[in-house]
């Protein structure tokens, strides 16, 4: 069922880093759009970060720009998301997902694919809190 596993999360101190990661054993890992999405109490599931099959297309949600960075290595079948300067609002669920490149063909269409309910590979998620 689940083809993504995330982790890498815990607990942080504001101002703190930490490497997110998220291995997919169970897909052609290069063949797929990926993308974090994080999920706080209360708050809709928003994407974080997404990259393309090759890492040549990437995004940033403005919050956490200059901050996080994106990354993926297909030869090692893992996605990264490294986090830098942790803020308390950063606290939540991190997720990663992914779309195939035959249904996705570029990181706005999968990202709108992912905002379907239900729709793409996804893992079960690795909390991150940040504390003041």
């Known amino acids: 069922q689940e083809h993504l596993l995330e982790s890498g999360g815990g607990l942080f101190q504001a101002g703190g880093s930490l490497r997110l990661s998220c291995t997919a054993p169970?897909?052609?890992?290069?063949?797929?759009?990926l993308a974090w999405f994080r999920q706080a109490p209360g708050k809709e599931r928003e994407a974080v970060s997404c990259i393309s099959l090759g890492g040549g297309t990437i995004n940033y949600r403005n919050s956490v720009k200059g901050r996080f960075t994106i990354s993926r290595d297909n030869a090692k079948n893992t996605l990264y998301l490294q986090m830098n300067d942790l803020k308390p609002e950063d606290t939540a669920m991190y997720y990663c997902a992914a779309v195939n490149k035959a249904i996705a063909m570029n990181i706005r269409q999968a990202l709108g694919l992912l905002g379907r309910t239900g729709f793409g590979d996804w893992g079960q998620g690795t909390q991150v809190t940040v504390s003041s």
């Open positions: 169970g897909l052609n890992f290069d063949a797929y759009h």
